[in-house]
């Protein structure tokens, strides 16, 4: 269901629709099919909502990564940046709560987005200002996140109020009109994402700056300016997959967002977005971010591989899916 | 101990001295704090290894106020070389009568431990043994085996022996395999049928994902287990949120605090969990204190036992102050 809403507006969105563009969506579907062939099971509505609803972290994500990359950065430190803003979020509505009560909950999440924005500025500015790979910057920035969720959780879990836990649970568990949170959560961001790169005098500055840096300087383009703002950008993302994320299991460990980073990148380049800058997908990295999620699902599904081999069909599903990206673009 | 005002290290000075007279170590109450322990443990980077360091910190704290000739010093690494490292670093600086280890990994540590050893200090290995076992003058450890097996025979007595069930695993490690095989030979015995098991690294959030899709593979499941308690937590909401009521028990390991306060309240989709505590550190220390303190030999292997904690017996294993 998802994936048919995500085709159609990709193709209103494309002036110029080529076959390269549509790659990522044309991979989802047949991912799709196979999964329905392999097992009926998979094509439940309660199974398919599951999916959805589950990739939304990192399909929010993945839509501030897509800025990020297409002006010419990159950022590893998403997954860490993840579990500290949870991790702040938390303290707060825990602090707030006696006071406030369920408004606590909203304080939490408004801290939520600013810690995240700062966070982004920091990447942002160390990168831009002090001219450092953006590979070396968010590394280090990954440990730093990792370090401070690990000691504000004694390396234990921290989780929130129980008071709170009743009121916050259906943003994640609940739906409107059938339709669950996380989804509508992550249709909002993608049409904002996808309204500010495409339709924006700022979208088209930002991935001028990705595709050739000196010659967008010339033209009058603040280069710097534009990669922190992804950077920012990046971070408010972050802070609402955060948001979307807490009342799921209502804790964060020292665990929380490992490695999404990694899940991240490959579902923007999945979804078409070049990782050396100057063409963003929006709508392809929610794709991508689908396509994972869906693989690891149907392998689940399927008794087809052992238990020890699954994350080398994972592999190799997404090498493929790239190799047969390269050949439709290529005509 | 060092932040303790005067008075009361007088005076536990005086109970400590009380304590040990009788045991006649006259010489040894004659210097201060002479028998240094070091306690070489991973830093806290996961629930366990959380409740490892704690343990070892509150080990610290009694044992330095009981004996005032004992030194414990706590070094907590990051990764197998830093310990190694952090060994290196402890035992050039000072005479160590005796090192306390919960090594990272068995090969990498086993030389750097053989060095601390010849230079004649007793050596306590926790946990996973080194390569070479003739290194260790004490090993403790936890019994993962009993851990997997003590968990299937209950789950097998209430089943009445048969049923159908979904195991989730952790990071593929010995710990895990040997869990695992402690598991799945004492279900081999029975009807029960194991119809799915996968890897979900010990993480929360990969638990409930896959539970999820083990919710919506099969339509029925009698009991499920996760073979830590970190990933039942997820699996428990994945089952909350399908509403499922064919799953009579969602059973975890390991001890974690959470679930052994479900134990204690009596739940009964999760009336029971099985230890393997990170206080093993703790037992470590103070039996690497006697052999100095109270010169109780100590040398050999102890095996700590995974009872079934049961709702009666829940708050031996119940540390409401650690982080696990």
Redesign the interface.
Same mark, same amino acid.
């Given at each position: 269901m998802t994936a048919t809403t995500t085709t159609v507006a990709a193709v209103k969105e494309g002036r110029r629709i080529r076959l390269g563009d549509l790659a990522p969506f044309i991979a989802l579907a047949v991912i799709i099919v196979l999964g329905a062939l392999i *097992?009926q *099971?998979?094509v439940?509505s309660? *199974?398919l909502l *599951?999916v959805a609803t589950?990739s939304a972290f990192i399909a929010i994500i993945a839509v501030g990564a897509t800025f990020v990359i297409a002006s010419g950065g990159l950022d590893l430190s998403v997954g860490s940046m993840m579990a500290f803003v949870t991790g702040i979020m938390i303290m707060t509505m825990n602090a707030l709560a006696p006071a406030l009560g369920d408004w606590a909950i909203l304080a939490g999440a408004g801290t939520a987005l600013i810690v995240g924005m700062l966070c982004g500025l920091f990447n942002g500015v160390i990168v831009t200002v002090g001219r450092i790979e953006p590979f070396i910057v968010t590394l280090g920035t990954m440990g730093i996140f990792r370090a401070f969720i690990?000691f504000m959780?004694?390396?234990?879990?921290l %989780?929130i109020d129980r008071s709170l836990r009743e009121a916050y649970r259906p943003v994640y568990?609940g739906d409107f009109l059938g339709i669950p949170y996380p989804i509508l959560i992550t249709l909002a961001v993608v049409l904002l994402g996808a309204f500010l790169l495409y339709r924006t005098k700022y979208g088209r500055r930002l991935t001028s700056a990705g595709s050739n840096a000196d010659v967008a300087r010339f033209s009058g383009v603040n280069v710097g300016g534009m990669r922190t703002s992804a950077y920012v950008i990046q971070g408010f993302c972050v802070a609402v997959a955060a948001i979307c994320y807490v009342p799921? +299991?209502g804790?964060a460990? %020292?665990?929380?967002g490992?490695l999404w980073e990694l899940q991240v990148i490959t579902a923007v380049v999945i979804g078409g977005t070049l990782l050396r800058g100057g063409k963003g997908r929006v709508w392809g990295s929610v794709a991508g971010a689908l396509i994972l999620e869906i693989i690891?699902?149907v392998m689940? +599904?399927s008794d087809l591989v052992s238990?020890?081999l699954?994350a080398a069909v994972q592999g190799a599903i997404i090498i493929i899916a790239m190799l047969a990206h390269r050949f439709t673009s290529s005509r | 101990m060092r932040m303790m005002n005067e008075t009361s290290r007088m005076v536990l000075s005086a109970v400590a001295l009380a304590c040990a007279l009788p045991l006649g170590l006259g010489e040894a109450l004659a210097q201060e704090r002479d028998v240094k322990i070091a306690v070489s443990i991973p830093a806290a980077t996961h629930g366990w290894t959380g409740g490892v360091v704690y343990h070892a910190e509150q080990a610290e704290k009694e044992i330095e106020a009981a004996f005032p000739n004992i030194d414990v010093i706590v070094s907590t690494a990051s990764s197998a070389t830093a310990q190694v490292s952090s060994l290196e670093d402890l035992s050039a600086t000072q005479k160590l009568a005796a090192l306390v280890i919960l090594p990272f990994t068995s090969e990498e540590l086993t030389g750097p431990v053989e060095q601390v050893k010849s230079k004649g200090t007793f050596i306590t290995v926790v946990d996973r043994g080194l390569t070479d076992p003739a290194i260790q003058d004490l090993y403790v450890a936890g019994d993962n085996i009993a851990v997997g097996a003590n968990t299937a025979r209950w789950l097998s007595d209430q089943l009445g022996g048969k049923g159908e069930i979904v195991v989730l695993r952790g990071i593929p490690t010995v710990i895990d395999d040997e869990r695992i095989k402690g598991f799945s030979d004492v279900i081999a015995e029975t009807d029960i049928k194991i119809l799915d098991i996968q890897y979900a690294n010990w993480n929360q959030d990969e638990a409930f994902t896959l539970m999820q899709d083990y919710l919506a593979k099969y339509p029925k499941i009698d009991a499920v287990w996760a073979n830590d308690d970190d990933m039942l937590l997820g699996v428990i909401e994945a089952v909350d949120q399908a509403g499922r009521e064919d799953i009579r028990f969602a059973l975890g390991g390991n001890g974690m605090k959470q679930v052994i306060e479900m134990v204690k309240e009596g739940d009964a989709r999760t009336p029971i969990s099985t230890p393997y505590p990170p206080s093993m550190i703790k037992s470590a220390i103070y039996m690497t204190a006697g052999q100095f303190a109270g010169q109780a030999p100590m040398r050999g292997s102890f095996k700590l036992d995974a009872p079934l904690i049961t709702p009666e017996n829940a708050d031996q294993f119940y540390f409401p102050d650690s982080p696990f």
């Amino acid at each position: 269901m998802t994936a048919t809403t995500t085709t159609v507006a990709a193709v209103k969105e494309g002036r110029r629709i080529r076959l390269g563009d549509l790659a990522p969506f044309i991979a989802l579907a047949v991912i799709i099919v196979l999964g329905a062939l392999i *097992n009926q *099971n998979f094509v439940s509505s309660a *199974n398919l909502l *599951n999916v959805a609803t589950r990739s939304a972290f990192i399909a929010i994500i993945a839509v501030g990564a897509t800025f990020v990359i297409a002006s010419g950065g990159l950022d590893l430190s998403v997954g860490s940046m993840m579990a500290f803003v949870t991790g702040i979020m938390i303290m707060t509505m825990n602090a707030l709560a006696p006071a406030l009560g369920d408004w606590a909950i909203l304080a939490g999440a408004g801290t939520a987005l600013i810690v995240g924005m700062l966070c982004g500025l920091f990447n942002g500015v160390i990168v831009t200002v002090g001219r450092i790979e953006p590979f070396i910057v968010t590394l280090g920035t990954m440990g730093i996140f990792r370090a401070f969720i690990t000691f504000m959780t004694d390396g234990g879990s921290l %989780p929130i109020d129980r008071s709170l836990r009743e009121a916050y649970r259906p943003v994640y568990f609940g739906d409107f009109l059938g339709i669950p949170y996380p989804i509508l959560i992550t249709l909002a961001v993608v049409l904002l994402g996808a309204f500010l790169l495409y339709r924006t005098k700022y979208g088209r500055r930002l991935t001028s700056a990705g595709s050739n840096a000196d010659v967008a300087r010339f033209s009058g383009v603040n280069v710097g300016g534009m990669r922190t703002s992804a950077y920012v950008i990046q971070g408010f993302c972050v802070a609402v997959a955060a948001i979307c994320y807490v009342p799921r +299991l209502g804790a964060a460990t %020292p665990t929380t967002g490992q490695l999404w980073e990694l899940q991240v990148i490959t579902a923007v380049v999945i979804g078409g977005t070049l990782l050396r800058g100057g063409k963003g997908r929006v709508w392809g990295s929610v794709a991508g971010a689908l396509i994972l999620e869906i693989i690891a699902n149907v392998m689940v +599904l399927s008794d087809l591989v052992s238990e020890y081999l699954v994350a080398a069909v994972q592999g190799a599903i997404i090498i493929i899916a790239m190799l047969a990206h390269r050949f439709t673009s290529s005509r | 101990m060092r932040m303790m005002n005067e008075t009361s290290r007088m005076v536990l000075s005086a109970v400590a001295l009380a304590c040990a007279l009788p045991l006649g170590l006259g010489e040894a109450l004659a210097q201060e704090r002479d028998v240094k322990i070091a306690v070489s443990i991973p830093a806290a980077t996961h629930g366990w290894t959380g409740g490892v360091v704690y343990h070892a910190e509150q080990a610290e704290k009694e044992i330095e106020a009981a004996f005032p000739n004992i030194d414990v010093i706590v070094s907590t690494a990051s990764s197998a070389t830093a310990q190694v490292s952090s060994l290196e670093d402890l035992s050039a600086t000072q005479k160590l009568a005796a090192l306390v280890i919960l090594p990272f990994t068995s090969e990498e540590l086993t030389g750097p431990v053989e060095q601390v050893k010849s230079k004649g200090t007793f050596i306590t290995v926790v946990d996973r043994g080194l390569t070479d076992p003739a290194i260790q003058d004490l090993y403790v450890a936890g019994d993962n085996i009993a851990v997997g097996a003590n968990t299937a025979r209950w789950l097998s007595d209430q089943l009445g022996g048969k049923g159908e069930i979904v195991v989730l695993r952790g990071i593929p490690t010995v710990i895990d395999d040997e869990r695992i095989k402690g598991f799945s030979d004492v279900i081999a015995e029975t009807d029960i049928k194991i119809l799915d098991i996968q890897y979900a690294n010990w993480n929360q959030d990969e638990a409930f994902t896959l539970m999820q899709d083990y919710l919506a593979k099969y339509p029925k499941i009698d009991a499920v287990w996760a073979n830590d308690d970190d990933m039942l937590l997820g699996v428990i909401e994945a089952v909350d949120q399908a509403g499922r009521e064919d799953i009579r028990f969602a059973l975890g390991g390991n001890g974690m605090k959470q679930v052994i306060e479900m134990v204690k309240e009596g739940d009964a989709r999760t009336p029971i969990s099985t230890p393997y505590p990170p206080s093993m550190i703790k037992s470590a220390i103070y039996m690497t204190a006697g052999q100095f303190a109270g010169q109780a030999p100590m040398r050999g292997s102890f095996k700590l036992d995974a009872p079934l904690i049961t709702p009666e017996n829940a708050d031996q294993f119940y540390f409401p102050d650690s982080p696990f």
